[in-house]
């Protein structure tokens, strides 16, 4: 019976969990499939879709955001459905899913921060940099997170991407956030910000840095921001020398950038220094438990394995006065009930894309995964392209070999009415494009690209306005 899967009479049923661009890969592959038929329905917790482009790149990268056409053509299809505002382990369970598709992929991504064990870590004022970026970008989540922006000095651990995009952040203008779809209670707060210097802190050296050059030269053009290094910190050791050598054009780009700001003579409002080989030990505050300090050592390079050098600390130690930290040193997946969970990874146990139980390595029978929970939280937008596609083709391999489930009520109708039935309130994608079109009129009135809802209830209450101004629309 399975052979028939895949056909207009019975297509192949797939819920992807997930609407990131790695769910919208994986949608986009399986629906350009000329010669099996299927159909997606998409979940995700949210009635907003897109996951990090809407809620993890950066608010003035709206280049960067603009991979959302590609993923609004995706929806566009008549294969495709969105079902936002479910929560699939909390108002649907796995199991229960199971009843209604051949096929279900998690792209659920990194929800929460890689963990930094050190004493002084959770005292007040320290924070995972991920809470911050959520916050700035409007998710309903972390909208009520507060940060004391009325500190002179902020420190932000971890010298990747994400750690570049804080320290942008802190240092923008008022003016340069304010043409940014920066969440507006976020772009109020920094207005007021007192931050005058940041300071962000590599465990280990210039080559080793995990921000990449266009990000670090970007740094280099803020307004009234002036980058600094130490020139003894960026200048290379034999070891990263070597390395280097043998290392691709934008790392020595990125290399060559960074090693430019250690002549700056630019004398700027805001001050923006970047240090390397330190490790932050422990964090100490005053007696109300609010982040005072930090103690650091100083790190030196040895070989590591696979080629990769490693920070061995040194007996030197030094120290920073800062009320404000952010740690941002990587994403970490968070498991989904019923799914096998890989804890030292942070990602669902699998193959190549095929979920395998965690005992015995045995592919579960139609599920699958794809994106940073599937590989862990590494490379760009891009990067989950081929990464669906790997998956994708698994599970077309899997329903060739009728190695799917055999869902008990596999009609679309059904499953809308299960769903409907646990969140009466789910957003269609058609709920999306109003909420969409509407932040849109906001945001261009006043020369923003968009003004963000960051509440459910605003959301549901959007939905209901515009539906009582046109009828003629389905709620
Ligand atoms: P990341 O690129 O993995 O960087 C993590 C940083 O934290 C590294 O500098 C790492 O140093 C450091 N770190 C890890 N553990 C540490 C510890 N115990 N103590 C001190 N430092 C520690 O992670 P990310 O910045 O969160 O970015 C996630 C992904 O999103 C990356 O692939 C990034 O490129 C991407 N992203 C891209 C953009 C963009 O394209 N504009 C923007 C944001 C994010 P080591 O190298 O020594 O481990």
């Not at 099996?36 to 996951?51: C, E, I, K, N, S």
């Not at 229960?96 to 659920?108: D, N």
Request: net charge negative; with cysteine.
């Amino acid at each position: 019976m399975s052979s028939q899967i895949g056909t207009v009479a019975q297509p192949l049923r797939v819920a992807i969990i997930g609407s990131g661009p790695a769910g919208f890969y994986a949608a986009e592959h399986l629906l350009k499939q000329h010669d099996v038929v299927v159909q997606v329905d998409m979940f995700d917790r949210l009635p907003t879709p897109f996951g990090l482009v809407r809620a993890g790149v950066a608010p003035d990268h709206q280049k960067i955001k603009s991979v959302t056409r590609a993923f609004e053509r995706v929806a566009e299809q008549p294969g495709f459905r969105f079902f936002g505002y479910v929560e699939i382990g909390k108002d649907i369970s796995v199991a229960e899913l199971r009843q209604f598709y051949h096929q279900i992929v998690y792209a659920t991504g990194a929800q929460t921060d890689r963990a930094l064990d050190i004493p002084g870590i959770d005292l007040a004022g320290s924070h995972a940099a991920t809470e911050f970026v959520a916050w700035y970008n409007g998710h309903p989540d972390y909208r009520d997170c507060e940060f004391d922006l009325s500190q002179e000095r902020a420190v932000v651990i971890g010298i990747g991407n994400v750690a570049v995009d804080v320290a942008r952040i802190l240092c923008s203008t008022p003016e340069e956030l304010a043409k940014t779809d920066i969440a507006t209670y976020a772009l109020e707060a920094l207005q007021q910000s007192k931050v005058r210097e940041v300071v962000m802190v590599g465990r280990r050296g210039v080559a080793q840095a995990a921000y990449s050059a266009p990000e670090i030269k970007e740094l280099g053009e803020l307004a009234e921001t002036a980058v600094y290094v130490h020139p003894d910190e960026v200048t290379l050791d034999p070891l990263s020398a070597a390395a280097l050598e043998e290392a691709d054009r934008s790392t020595k780009r990125m290399v060559e950038i960074t090693q430019g700001y250690a002549g700056n003579t630019t004398d700027k409002p805001r001050k923006l220094t970047i240090r390397f080989l330190l490790s932050p030990t422990e964090l100490w505050g005053d007696e109300s438990g609010q982040v005072t300090g930090m103690r650091l050592v100083r790190n030196e390079l040895v070989a590591g394995r696979n080629g990769r050098l490693g920070a061995n600390p040194t007996d030197q130690f030094e120290e920073i006065e800062t009320g404000l930290v952010f740690r941002s040193i990587g994403y970490r997946g968070v498991p989904m009930p019923g799914v096998p969970f890989r804890e030292d990874w942070g990602v669902i146990w699998n193959e190549h894309g095929r979920v395998v139980d965690a005992e015995t390595h045995q592919p579960v029978i139609g599920e699958y995964t794809t994106g940073w929970i599937k590989r862990g939280p590494s490379g760009i937008i891009g990067t989950n392209k081929p990464d669906a596609v790997e998956t994708v083709s698994l599970m077309l391999e899997d329903m060739q070999a009728g190695q799917i489930q055999q869902p008990d009520c596999p009609e679309p109708a059904d499953a809308e009415a299960f769903i409907r039935q646990r969140q009466p309130n789910y957003f269609s994608y058609q709920d999306w494009q109003t909420l969409d079109r509407l932040e849109q009129e906001a945001g261009a009135a006043l020369g923003r690209p968009r003004v963000k809802f960051t509440t459910i209830e605003e959301m549901l209450a959007a939905r209901e306005e515009a539906a009582a101004q046109s009828p003629l629309t389905p709620a």
